[in-house]
Nanobody, 125 residues
């Protein structure tokens, strides 16, 4: 059974850091793009960041560019999201996702066939 398990969410301070992790099990994702999305209740799920299967390329939403860094460790089947200089608008449920197709990049949520259960991030003053 394929499973993506996020951890590291919680309460962050404005201007401070948080680090999210996503551990995959059930199959290797070393040939799949991995991504983070976030969602505020009542709104659509939005792309945050993605890293290609080999870690060579990363992509970010404009709202997080320069503040967030995505990375992966294929030996551990884990992807990370380092979030710095947090702002209140970063408050959301963060979801880890793995592309259903190997060796391509996409920022469209529909293309990701595997999802974690989500982890809440709340940024306070």
């Amino acid at each position: 059974q394929v499973k993506l398990l996020e951890s590291g969410g919680g309460l962050g301070q404005v201007g401070g850091p948080l680090r999210l992790s996503c551990a995959a099990s059930g199959r290797p994702f070393s040939r799949s793009t991995m991504a983070w999305f976030r969602q505020v209740p009542g709104k659509e799920r939005n792309f945050v960041a993605a890293v290609t299967w080999n870690g060579a390329s990363t992509y970010y939403a404009d709202s997080v560019k320069g503040r967030f860094t995505i990375s992966r460790d294929n030996a551990k089947n884990t992807v990370y999201l380092q979030m710095n200089r947090l702002i209140p608008d970063d408050t959301a449920i963060y979801y880890c996702a793995a592309d259903r197709v190997t060796m391509r990049f996409t920022s469209t949520a529909y293309d990701y066939g595997y999802w974690g259960q989500g982890t809440q991030v709340t940024v306070s003053e």
